[in-house]
Each structure stands twice: as C-alpha cells, then as structure tokens.
C-alpha cells in the first residue's frame, strides 16, 4: 500500500521565530544533549496525529500554531494545522512552514468519530484507503471503526512508552482495551479487518432490550394518543392528495390575480409619476403664458400712447407765440424755422419708439401662440392620465376584492395539510417505533457467532522470523526464541517476557518490535503508516551486571546500521552520538544545550541538567 511521510515539524507564534526539524524520506536522527526539546518533537508528533493532549515545554510558551507537514500516498503535500490545547484542526494542501493565516481548504477535528467527513482520523484513514476498516472491541464479537491513533499507537513511541513494562501491542493495563489492541496488531499482520458479526444479545444484553422493548410500548401509546383523526395511513394520504391538487388550483388563480394586481399597482404608480412631471410642467407654462400676456398688454398700450402723442402735436402749442414748448427759447432768440425743426425732432423720436415696440410685440405673439399650444396639449394629457389612474384604481380594488376570499381559503387549505401531515409524521413514528421492537424481540433468535480472533500461525511464525532477524542484526543475545505471544499480547526472549525484564532490555525489544511490525508490513504491501518515530530506543542500555545473558556492548552502533537501511521513513531520537557513518547518510539535527550550535527545538538556549531529552 502506499504510506504517508512526515515532511516536517514547525512551531509559529507571531512575533517569535520559527522552531522548525525537516525530516528525511529515509532516516533522520536528532541526538544531543539532555533537556533541549528532543522528546517534545515525538510528544508533538503523536499530538498533531489525534493526541488527546500536549504537555508544553516552557519554551512553546508564546508559540499559537503546530504544523505538521505531511506527503499524501498521491503525492501531494498536506499540512495539517493545531493549536495547543484545542481539538480544532486546519488541513491545508499545500507545504506550509510558517504562521499559518489563509483561509483552510477543510476545517477538521481531531475527535475521531465514526464516518464523520470532519474527523482528522476519518479523513486520512480515507487517503490510506482504510475508512471502511472494522476491528473487534470486544469477546463478543462486536467492532467499531479502525481510528488514526490504533496506527499511530504502534508507530509513535515516546521515551515514557519505550521503557513502560506494558506490551507494546497494548494502550492500557485495562482488560477491555486489550481485544482491540490486538485485533489491531491482526489486521496489520494480516491485511484483514474483523467482520461485523450479530453475535446475539448476551444476559444482561437481553435484559436491557426487555427494558427497551416497554420504553417503546410506552412511547407508541404516547404517539397514538396524539393522533387527531381515525383515519389510516391510506385514508391520510389519499386526503392529501386532494388537498394537495385544490392547492395548486388555488395557487394558480392567485397567481393570475396577483399578477393583475402587481401590474395594475405598478401602471398607477407610473401614472402618478407622470401626473405629478405634468403639473409641474402645466405650473411653469401657466407661469410663462401669464407673464407673456402681461407683457403683451404693455407692449399695446405702449402703441397707443405713441400714437396720441404724435397725433396731438399740434395741440402742444407748436404754433402760438411764445417760449418755445421745446427748449424754452423766447420769442425774441427764436429764429424763423425754429418750431419747424423741434416738430420733426418729436415726430421722428415717436415714429423710432413705436418701431421698436411693434417688433418686439411681433417676436412676442408667436412664442404666446405656442405656449398656449403646449398648455392645452398639457393639460388634455393630464386629464387623459387622470381617467387612466382611475381606471387602475378600479381595477386595483377589483383585484384585492378577488384576492381576500382567494387567500383566506387558501390559508384554510394550507392548515388542513399541515394538520394531515402531522397526522402522517406521528403513524411514521409509531410504525419506527415499532420496527424496533420488532427487531429486538428477534434479536434472540440469533445464534451466538464469534469472528476469528487470532493471527494465523504461519502469519505469526513469518512476522517472528522478522523480529529475531532485526534483534540479531542489532547484535542483542537470547533472541533465538524472541516471539510474540499473540496471547498475551507481549514479546518473549530467551524464556522470559519483556515486562520481566529491565528497562534497557524493555526499550530494545519495544524498538525492535515496531521496527519489525513496520518492516514486515511494508515488505509485504500490508496496512502501515508508513514510518517509526522512536524516541530513546537504545539510550538506557547498559552492559548489566547480574544478568542472566552477556549483553554486548556495540548494540547501539548495530542498531543505528541496521535502521540506515530501513524500508520506510524513521525518525529516531536519542541522546548519544550516532556512528560517523550512519550520520554521513541520515538527516540529523545535533542539541548543544549551549550557545555553541543548535542549542535545541527551539531557539533558545537550553539548560542542559542530567536526565534524558
């Protein structure tokens, strides 16, 4: 099958600098000094892949976002995105390596729920093409759905776990995990999930149904009571239908109404638009029309005093004798055609006013002609929008008129077949309710049908033969009858089993067990996540005293060999130097613990007290 990849593991926080390890498609080894952040990577690892929860370290205080980088079995990247302490999960599908402030391409959570698109564990056991596996959970036979941590449990293992007297194939010491621990172990080994099984209700199983069985009689009691009518299911339906096809009659007719009705209101709405353009045009040619008749009547009146004026010269006194009307001159300083002269003067003055006054009355008349035009054009529009309006008023009332009668059967209608429905959704519940006590009342004709529960032997003996070999390249003694016991779920060596032994000799065989587990499955295309972390492996090794085997003392330099050619991704951490050679062909990160070179995850100088990292 084709695995993930872990690409890397990065710590943001805004404002802080970045803690970031890369991680090598074969090998990566991160060694050095004690307490500077080694064991938080694989505790952050085990988080980022649906942990419960993360102790931080005092220097993550500040950091808001983990990501861990992952490559899908298509290829592609995936970064998936938490912040300590919540269960909220961003997954991204690109390569992240810094804070995070796009928008996710799926919201996830690292809850796991069965079948749930918006399960972490869901989600990349669907890329892994394992959403659909089942293992068993209990003696009985029953299962539940393979979860992202039952994988991770056997691939993750922190430096608490390493040296723990529990197996490696178990989560707790409680007995009712140990049925899925192991099935889990079986499915790896064997490709093959636990069917799901009717095994039967067991005694107390049966006397909980009994107890199910008068809690639905009740509830079925509580529905009938609720029913309105006598009538059946049939009869419901079949009134439903009728009530159901007067509605779309209804519902044709006011839609044809109120069709009339929206556009008879939106045609009187146009029509008072336009009324109201109308008045204010009738106002300003009224305006116009009476200032232009004003200044007609005074351009004539005008022409008729001009004309008094020059017919009346003579009646001046033009001809008597005298000062002169004109300019005053006494007879004695007037010359002979002195009146002569002022009588042409006036008389040529009257002739230019009242040319001037008749032109001007002559431009006048026409645009009077004109205005009085477009007034009565006007205002035989408005009469013709005021018929129009009313008109639509009509027709407007006539439609409301339609409407009420046509609505309010209709609201009658719809309450009838709310109330039917209603009817129908109770007999639907009732039978449902029914439906399950039929199925437990029939639940005891079951007979009790248990899946297989163990490895095959020759599947044990080929994954036994992978496990010594791996304890034989590490150079580790008293392997020849290195085995797991699939009934007690734990490694035997050499006649005792690993909660019998030290913590050195405990740590070795745990390695030594997922190595294999990891190895078998992927050289022989079984489920797998595809890589090992492993955290202190061969760290508490020691040369024993008292021992009833001879431990050699080059375990580690052959272990740290034996991993460079390791089939999958592994990532191991340690606090002692790896060989020269390995380092030359692994990825590897050195903790000084000081100024000097890295000094840890994060960056920051470390205090480096005895004790492991």
């Known amino acids: 099958m084709t695995d993930l990849r872990l690409l890397h593991l990065t710590y943001a926080g805004s404002g802080k600098p970045t803690a970031h390890v890369a991680f090598d498609d074969a090998i990566t080894v991160i060694y050095g000094a004690s307490d500077t952040g080694k064991s938080f990577i694989v505790d952050s690892i085990e988080y980022m892949l649906g942990g419960t929860s993360l102790t931080l370290i005092p220097e993550a205080e500040g950091y808001s976002q983990i990501l861990l980088g992952l490559r899908m079995p298509d290829g592609n990247p995936l970064t998936l995105v938490r912040r300590p302490g919540s269960t909220a999960v961003q997954a991204h599908f690109a390569d992240l390596r810094d804070l995070v402030t796009r928008t996710p391409d799926r919201d996830l959570t690292a809850v796991h729920t069965a079948r749930s698109t918006r399960s972490l564990s869901m989600f990349l056991l669907d890329e892994l093409g394992l959403g659909e596996v089942t293992v068993r959970k209990n003696e009985a036979g029953g299962t539940r759905a393979l979860t992202l941590p039952d994988l991770a449990y056997l691939a993750v293992i922190t430096e608490t776990r390493m040296v723990d007297p529990l197996s490696p194939a ?241 609201d009658e209608l719809l309450a009838a077949r709310s109330t039917v429905e209603r009817e129908l959704e109770l007999h639907s519940r009732i039978n449902e309710m029914q439906e399950r006590r039929s199925k437990l009342d029939g639940q005891s004709a079951f007979e009790s049908a248990r899946p297989a529960e163990h490895i095959p032997t020759r599947v044990l003996n080929a994954f036994d033969t992978v496990l010594r070999q791996t304890l034989e390249e590490w150079e580790v003694p008293a392997v020849d009858f290195a085995e797991y016991d699939q009934y007690a779920a734990d490694i035997r060596a050499g006649s005792r089993s690993r909660a019998g032994r030290g913590k050195g000799v405990r740590s070795v065989l745990h390695s030594a067990f997922t190595t294999a587990l990891a190895r078998y499955c992927i050289e022989h295309d079984l489920p797998h996540l595809g890589f090992i972390v492993l955290d202190s492996p061969v760290v508490t090794y020691r040369e024993p005293v008292g021992e009833d085997v001879d431990i050699t003392g080059h375990v580690v330099d052959h272990f740290y060999r034996h991993m460079a050619a390791f089939p999958g991704q592994a990532i191991i951490i340690e606090n002692g130097d790896p060989p020269a050679d390995v380092l030359s062909r692994a990825a590897s990160y050195r903790f000084t613990g000081s100024e000097e070179g890295r000094p840890g995850f994060f960056p920051t100088a470390f205090p480096a007290p005895p004790g492991n990292g």
């Open 170 to 410: 178990l989560r707790s010491h409680a007995s009712s995990t140990k049925t899925a621990a192991t099935s889990v172990v079986k499915f790896l080994l064997t490709g093959e999930d636990d069917p799901v099984v009717n095994t039967g209700p067991n005694a107390g199983q049966r006397r909980v149904n009994k107890g199910q069985i008068t809690l639905l009689d009740q509830i079925v009691l509580d529905l009938t009571g609720k029913l309105t009518t006598q009538e059946n299911e049939t009869q419901l339906r079949q009134r439903l239908t009728r009530i159901q096809t007067t509605i779309d009659t209804q519902s044709q007719s006011l839609r044809v109404i109120s069709d009339r009705h929206v556009t008879a209101v939106t045609r009187r709405m146009q029509a008072s638009q336009e009324l109201a353009a109308l008045e204010n045009r009738l106002t300003e040619a009224t305006d116009l029309l009476t200032r232009f008749q004003l200044l007609e009547q005074q351009y004539r009146s005008d022409l008729e005093r001009l004309a008094m004026v020059n017919e009346a010269g003579s009646l001046l006194g033009f001809f008597r004798a005298g000062t002169c009307v004109f300019c005053g001159a006494e007879p004695e300083h007037q010359h002979p055609e002195h009146s002569s002269q002022e009588t042409t003067q006036l008389h040529q003055a009257v002739q230019a006013e009242s040319v001037k006054t008749t032109t001007l009355l002559t431009e006048l008349l026409p645009t009077i002609t004109d205005l009085s035009t477009q007034f009565d054009e006007l205002r035989n529009s408005r009469e013709a929008l005021l018929r129009q309006a009313s008109q639509l008023d009509a027709d407007i009332g006539t439609a409301e008129e339609q409407l009420s009668p046509l609505r309010d059967h209709m």
